[in-house]
Structures are given as structure tokens and as C-alpha cells.
């Protein structure tokens, strides 16, 4: 028994010796080593950058990582390696602990179709003094910079508005819905603004029609139209995005063509119309026609007038057609007055047709004054013309 007793207060003497040396290592492995491959830095965990797209090839993304430890021979505390790095966007150079962008050959491109926003790597830290590893996040968000400029969907666009439209009156929206100008920028960058500008090759363009609103680009009326002076409008749009920095927006220009289509504003007129100077009324007109005496009708008729009576409505092309005034004639008076013996004036064709003959010994002349009337169809008032026939 004694025996046995001093081999265990043996063993515990040993096992306290052991205890002692085992403790004495740690001592030896002292704590610093356990601090390599921490982070030296205060903050979060992760390391979190922004950068430009396109920025050029070896621009630096994290200066140093301040990780705990030396990454190179000799007297290396720590290795350093990248994990992740998806399409090698990054470079480690582990000696300075720094990240370089790697856009060898191609552009680092963060609108469509890339669409490259943020690009994440780990970088994996060994602890060669006790081989312990950790892995560092590094978040690399990419900005959005001003570098696509809006695109029209269409070469060009097209409306027709009739001329009597009031002015105010919305005349396109055919730039909503994607319709018209889109910018595969980011926010701002990528948003549009609608505005006119002067045509030189229409210079009154600019002022027929506004912007109603410059978001959606819907084209207002500014002005009373009149297809009698103008019937098209080459309306120059831009569409310009709205980088914060004026300077660095970026736009395009299309073409608005704005036809106008013929009212029922206009009364009819005989032709042919020599115009009054400066004016949209046409000079007085005479028809003549000469009837040898005591002739019978049938050998005259149709009356050879010259030039022919015939009379148009001025709104020309009121489409469709089919509303477009009918042109009525008649004789409204006439001297002497027993006209209406002798002639007749078809109501539809102007044809003038002499009833019976006529004696030079009652008359050598007649005078008719000739009324032409444009049936109005749908709204505005009547106007009418006369002229005379001699
Ligand atoms: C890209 O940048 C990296 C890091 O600076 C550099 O090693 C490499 O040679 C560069 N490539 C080109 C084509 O310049
Ligand atoms: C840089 O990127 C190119 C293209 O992906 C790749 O071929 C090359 O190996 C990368 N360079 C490094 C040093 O990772
Ligand atoms: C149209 O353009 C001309 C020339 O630039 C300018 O003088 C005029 O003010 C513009 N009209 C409107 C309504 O902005
Ligand atoms: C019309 O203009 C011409 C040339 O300018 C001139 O000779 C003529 O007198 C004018 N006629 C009238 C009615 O004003
Ligand atoms: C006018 O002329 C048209 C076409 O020739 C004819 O149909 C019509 O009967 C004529 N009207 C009169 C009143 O003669």
C-alpha cells in the first residue's frame, strides 16, 4: 500500500510538471500569434468599396487590407489567398495586401446586358503560426456612371391633326410606354426628359407645339393651326437624360412629323383664283360667253363659256372625302331680268344652257351674277362667292 500511495502522489507530481511545461508553450506561442489574420482595422467585418464602371484595367479597389500579419519570405506570419472571384475581376497582390481591378480586355460594364452592380470576393487568410484560417469579405459596389445616351425606339414619328384642333390639346403621346426614348443608365442617369427644339429646316416648328409634360413627352398644341398656310410640321424632339451634373447629360434628337389635315373652315371660290395680294381671297372673276343671235338652243347648248365656270370649296382635302361640301351654283340674279327665259345653269355642273333664241335687237347683252354655295356637312357656317357672267 505505501508503495502504492507514493506512485500516485508520483503520478500527480508528473501530471503537475506536465500541466506546468504544457502552459509554459502556450507562453511560447504568445497571444500576438493568435491576432494574425484579424482584421487591424476598427468597423464591420466586411470590407466594402464602389468603384466606377469602366474604370480602367489596375485601378485599385482595397489599398490594403489591413489583415494582421506579413504575406511574404521572409519571416511570413500569413498567406493570403482570393476565393471567389468570379470571371477573375480581381487581383490580390498579397505582399501589400492590396485588390486591383482586372479589366484586361474587356469593360467592366454595369448597365445591360452585363449588368455587372457589385462584385464580391473572400479573401482567405492562413495563419501559419497556428494554422488558423479566416476568411475577409470584400464587397465591391459599382457605380453607375453617365456613359449610355437615350436611344429613340423609332427612327421617326408621325400624327396627323385636324386644323381646327384648339390650341392646349394634347396632339401625341406616342413617346409613352417605352415608346419613345429609353437610357439603359442607372437612376437619374437613366431617366428621360422630353424637350422641343428649334428646327432650322422648319423654324416655326418649335412654336406650333410644347411639351405638356417633360417626363412623358406628350406633345401639346401652342398654336392655331391652318392647313390653308401649312399642312406638315417637322417638330425636332430631344430626349436628354438627367445626369445631376448638367454638363454630363447625354440626349438624342428625333423627329416629330405633325401633318395637318384640311377643317371645314373655308368658303368655296371660282376658278381660277388670281389671289389678292397677301391675301387668301381671290381677285373678282369674269365668265364670258358670246350666243349668235336667233339661234336655236340645241345648236348652242352646252354654252361654250370660258373659262368654264367652275368653282372648288378652299378646304380642299377634308378627309374623308365623303365630308367634303358639296358645290352648288346658281344664278342669282341677272340683268336685264328676263335672264331666267333665256338661260338655265345646272344647280350641279355648271353647265349654262340657253332656252330659247336669242334677237340682237333686244339684247346685246346679259349680265348673270353667279352664286356658288358649299353644302356644308357637318359644322361651321356658309359662305358664298358671287361673280359675274357677261
Ligand atoms: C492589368 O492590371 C494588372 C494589375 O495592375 C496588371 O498586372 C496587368 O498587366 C494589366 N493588364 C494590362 C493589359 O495592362
Ligand atoms: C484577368 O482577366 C482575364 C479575362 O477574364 C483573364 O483571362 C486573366 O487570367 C485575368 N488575370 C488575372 C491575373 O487574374
Ligand atoms: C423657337 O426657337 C426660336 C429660335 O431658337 C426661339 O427664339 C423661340 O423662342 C422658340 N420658341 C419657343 C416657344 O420656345
Ligand atoms: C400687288 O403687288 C404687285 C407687285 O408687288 C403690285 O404691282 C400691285 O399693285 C399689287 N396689287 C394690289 C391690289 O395691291
Ligand atoms: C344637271 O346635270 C346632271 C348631270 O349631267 C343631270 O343629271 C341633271 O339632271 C341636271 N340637272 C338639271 C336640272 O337639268
Known amino acids: 500500500m505505501r508503495r502504492g500511495r507514493w506512485l500516485v502522489r508520483w503520478l500527480g507530481t508528473g501530471m503537475a510538471i506536465l500541466a506546468l511545461l504544457t502552459h509554459s508553450w502556450g507562453q511560447a506561442t504568445e497571444d500576438w500569434q493568435y491576432e494574425e489574420c484579424k482584421l487591424s482595422r476598427p468597423g464591420p467585418p466586411a470590407t466594402i468599396v464602389t468603384i466606377d464602371e469602366e474604370s480602367p484595367n489596375g485601378t485599385v479597389l482595397v489599398e490594403n487590407m489591413q489583415i494582421n500579419g506579413r504575406a511574404q519570405d521572409p519571416g511570413r506570419t500569413i498567406s493570403l489567398i482570393l476565393l471567389d472571384n468570379y470571371d477573375y475581376w480581381v487581383i490580390l497582390e498579397p505582399a501589400r495586401q492590396r485588390l486591383y481591378l482586372n479589366s484586361t480586355g474587356r469593360i467592366l460594364d454595369r448597365d445591360p446586358p452585363n449588368s455587372i452592380t457589385t462584385i464580391v470576393v473572400q479573401v482567405q487568410c492562413t495563419n501559419e503560426l497556428v494554422g488558423t484560417v479566416i476568411l475577409h469579405e470584400v464587397r ?70 410644347r411639351v405638356g409634360n417633360t417626363l412623358s413627352g406628350i406633345i401639346l398644341l401652342a398654336e392655331r393651326l391652318n392647313y390653308e398656310d401649312k399642312t406638315r410640321y417637322l417638330v425636332l424632339v430631344q430626349a436628354s437624360d438627367r445626369a445631376p451634373y448638367p454638363p454630363n447629360r447625354l440626349s438624342a434628337t428625333t423627329t416629330l412629323t405633325v401633318d395637318i389635315l384640311d377643317g371645314d373652315d373655308l368658303g368655296p371660290m371660282f376658278l381660277p383664283c388670281i389671289l389678292v395680294n397677301n391675301t387668301r381671297d381671290c381677285n373678282p ?23 368654264p365656270i367652275r368653282a372648288v370649296d378652299m378646304d380642299r382635302n377634308i378627309q374623308p372625302p365623303s365630308d367634303r361640301p358639296g358645290i352648288l ?27 330659247k333664241p336669242v334677237s340682237r335687237d333686244l339684247y346685246q347683252r346679259f349680265t348673270l351674277i353667279i352664286k356658288v354655295t358649299a353644302e356644308i356637312k357637318f359644322h361651321l357656317l356658309s359662305l358664298s362667292m358671287w361673280h359675274l357672267l357677261s
Open 329 to 355: 351654283y346658281y344664278i342669282l340674279v341677272g340683268q336685264p331680268n328676263t335672264y331666267r327665259e333665256y338661260f338655265s345653269l345646272n344647280q350641279t355642273t355648271a353647265v349654262l344652257r340657253v332656252l
Open 140 to 209: 465591391i459596389v459599382v457605380r453607375d456612371k453617365n456613359d449610355n445616351s437615350p436611344k429613340f425606339q423609332q427612327p421617326r414619328y408621325y400624327v396627323s391633326v385636324n386644323e381646327l384642333t384648339p390650341v392646349g390639346t394634347t396632339i401625341f403621346t406616342g413617346f409613352s410606354g417605352n415608346n419613345g426614348a429609353t437610357d439603359i443608365d442607372d437612376g437619374p442617369n437613366g431617366h428621360i426628359e422630353y424637350s422641343i427644339l428649334y428646327n432650322p429646316s422648319d423654324p416655326v416648328s418649335n412654336n406650333t407645339v
Open 285 to 307: 372673276l369674269t365668265y364670258r360667253a358670246t350666243i349668235p343671235e336667233l339661234t336655236e338652243p340645241i345648236k348652242l347648248n352646252p354654252l361654250n363659256v370660258t373659262p
